[in-house]
């Protein structure tokens, strides 16, 4: 049974006097939750057994609509959601990011310029990286100095927008609507940073990366910069941030930058330079495009939604939260009263549990929780369910990391761009 399939029930004009009309919010926030069950039992001809437990400003997730080009390289993506062209960005629904290692068509797409030449012709003849700045010896690296001179390796390893989840803010935040798609765990194979850095000699003065590509602006303008972002020189140095040049056992694809891109797990997906050509090493916090302003920022301090927030009291937005993600069942499947689910789970760190809620956060029952393949890969869980009575459930995933922090049941510190979401996942289902 497909929700998204149906026909949901439009209010009339007297029900929406009778909201504006209820004299005190609580009465207000009461009318509409019920409103909203009543239109979902009505449109599903079946119960809501735990109906009471419906926390007060959910919406349930069987009323929700999905959102609904000439862009060639986009050409082998599966199924994915396209939030924009200009630059091109795309999500992937929740059910189709099943695999355990993320498939390069099920993959996410966040740019911010225009696609270079290079992800059409997949032709690296002739490209460098130089690694310049506050170091020894400058380096120029070709990709075969790269392959031949440092150890070669493969982790498996999160690469997920820091916008993710950005769709849920109340009110809403500027930038692409990313539900939950905008997350991946793909192989990726290359060298490390720190090696590349090591051999280049960092200086004591080092503070900051800075990352470039080769990605045009949107305007065409060659002095411009569509994205410049770095991270301080400690993240740069850790084992697992990678120079990568290939993906599950092949070349980069075009569109997530071949040829050469880097991936720094833990940290928001703009920190991952695709298209890589040059890694400036600085004695100060990077300034290059989209550092400053509200870009990957978040408030120094608690914000009421809402909030206008100076930029002076914006900081750099650093290590992602710990989340969750069912991905099977998919929302609007009909089940037998006993059923399975499964997803993934991660965090800047390691998951230390998985926990799973059919009666609308009432109360928690433990899933089983695998270990992750190395550091700052995802970890699979499963969970055995069954539901009392025929009906319309939704099930609640949360993960805890290991150092206590668990995901909330709403959207966490608000912030004006919605940065860092990690409010529980749910999906609906209908039990026969």
Same mark, same amino acid.
């Given at each position: 049974?497909? *929700?998204?399939?149906?026909?949901?029930?439009?209010?009339?004009?007297?029900?929406?006097?009778?909201?504006?009309?209820?004299?005190?919010?609580?009465?207000?926030?009461? *009318?509409?939750?019920?409103? $909203?069950?009543?239109?979902?039992?009505?449109?599903?001809?079946?119960?809501?057994?735990?109906?009471?437990?419906?926390?007060?400003?959910?919406?349930?997730?069987?009323?929700?609509?999905?959102?609904?080009?000439?862009?060639?390289?986009?050409?082998?993506?599966?199924?994915?959601?396209?939030?924009?062209?200009?630059?091109?960005?795309?999500?992937?629904?929740?059910? #189709?990011?099943?695999?355990?290692?993320?498939?390069?068509?099920? #993959?996410?797409?966040?740019?911010?310029?225009?696609?270079?030449?290079?992800? &059409?012709?997949? %032709?690296?003849?002739?490209?460098?990286?130089?690694?310049?700045?506050?170091?020894?010896?400058?380096?120029?690296?070709?990709?075969?100095?790269?392959?031949?001179?440092?150890?070669?390796?493969?982790?498996? #390893?999160?690469?997920?927008?820091?916008?993710?989840?950005?769709?849920? *803010?109340?009110?809403?935040? !500027?930038?692409?609507?990313? @539900?939950?798609?905008?997350?991946?765990?793909?192989?990726? @194979?290359?060298?490390?940073?720190?090696?590349?850095?090591?051999?280049?000699?960092?200086?004591?003065?080092?503070?900051?990366?800075?990352?470039?590509?080769?990605?045009? =602006?949107?305007?065409?303008?060659?002095?411009?910069?569509?994205?410049?972002?770095?991270?301080?020189?400690?993240?740069? #140095?850790?084992?697992?941030?990678?120079?990568? *040049?290939?993906?599950?056992?092949?070349?980069?694809?075009?569109?997530?930058? &071949?040829?050469?891109?880097?991936?720094?797990?833990?940290?928001?997906?703009?920190?991952?330079?695709?298209?890589? %050509?040059?890694?400036?090493?600085?004695?100060?916090? =990077?300034?290059?495009?989209?550092?400053?302003?509200?870009?990957?920022?978040?408030?120094?301090?608690?914000?009421?939604?809402?909030?206008?927030?100076?930029?002076?009291?914006?900081?750099?937005?650093?290590?992602?939260?710990?989340?969750?993600?069912?991905?099977?069942?998919?929302?609007?499947?009909?089940?037998?009263?006993? &059923? !399975?689910?499964?997803? =993934?789970?991660?965090?800047?760190?390691?998951?230390?549990?998985?926990?799973? $809620?059919?009666?609308?956060?009432? @109360?928690?029952?433990?899933?089983?929780?695998?270990?992750?393949?190395?550091? &700052?890969?995802?970890?699979?869980?499963?969970?055995?369910?069954?539901?009392?009575?025929?009906?319309?459930?939704?099930?609640?995933?949360?993960?805890?990391?290991?150092?206590?922090? @668990?995901?909330?049941?709403?959207?966490?510190?608000?912030?004006?761009?919605?940065?860092?979401?990690?409010?529980?996942?749910?999906?609906?289902?209908?039990?026969?």
């Amino acid at each position: 049974m497909d *929700f998204e399939d149906k026909q949901l029930p439009v209010a009339s004009d007297e029900d929406q006097r009778s909201v504006d009309e209820t004299p005190v919010e609580g009465g207000r926030r009461a *009318f509409l939750k019920g409103t $909203s069950l009543a239109a979902l039992t009505a449109m599903m001809g079946v119960g809501i057994p735990f109906g009471r437990y419906l926390p007060e400003g959910y919406q349930p997730v069987g009323l929700a609509h999905a959102q609904g080009v000439d862009m060639e390289a986009m050409a082998d993506k599966d199924g994915v959601t396209i939030l924009n062209e200009r630059p091109v960005n795309a999500e992937t629904p929740a059910h #189709l990011l099943d695999d355990n290692i993320t498939p390069a068509s099920r #993959l996410f797409v966040r740019n911010n310029g225009m696609v270079p030449e290079q992800a &059409f012709t997949m %032709d690296a003849s002739g490209w460098t990286l130089t690694v310049d700045g506050e170091v020894e010896t400058p380096l120029t690296l070709t990709l075969d100095d790269l392959r031949n001179n440092y150890e070669v390796v493969t982790r498996q #390893l999160i690469l997920e927008c820091g916008g993710n989840g950005r769709a849920f *803010f109340n009110p809403g935040a !500027s930038g692409n609507q990313w @539900t939950t798609g905008a997350i991946g765990c793909p192989e990726w @194979t290359g060298v490390r940073l720190r090696d590349v850095l090591n051999s280049a000699g960092v200086r004591p003065s080092a503070v900051y990366t800075a990352h470039y590509g080769n990605d045009p =602006h949107l305007s065409g303008d060659p002095e411009k910069e569509s994205i410049s972002r770095g991270v301080p020189i400690e993240k740069a #140095l850790e084992e697992d941030s990678l120079i990568a *040049f290939g993906m599950n056992g092949g070349d980069l694809p075009g569109i997530h930058g &071949f040829p050469l891109r880097l991936v720094v797990p833990g940290y928001p997906g703009s920190a991952s330079q695709k298209w890589l %050509d040059r890694i400036w090493v600085r004695d100060q916090v =990077h300034d290059g495009a989209k550092m400053g302003g509200y870009s990957y920022r978040l408030p120094a301090y608690p914000v009421a939604p809402g909030t206008e927030v100076p930029e002076e009291d914006m900081v750099i937005m650093d290590t992602m939260p710990v989340k969750s993600l069912i991905t099977n069942p998919a929302t609007g499947t009909q089940v037998d009263r006993a &059923f !399975s689910v499964r997803g =993934h789970a991660w965090a800047d760190g390691e998951v230390e549990a998985v926990e799973t $809620s059919i009666d609308f956060g009432q @109360t928690w029952q433990p899933a089983s929780l695998g270990a992750p393949r190395n550091r &700052f890969a995802w970890q699979h869980f499963t969970a055995s369910i069954t539901v009392p009575q025929a009906g319309y459930y939704e099930v609640w995933v949360r993960a805890t990391d290991d150092q206590g922090r @668990t995901q909330p049941p709403t959207t966490p510190g608000w912030n004006p761009r919605g940065y860092g979401n990690n409010m529980i996942h749910r999906i609906a289902v209908v039990a026969a």
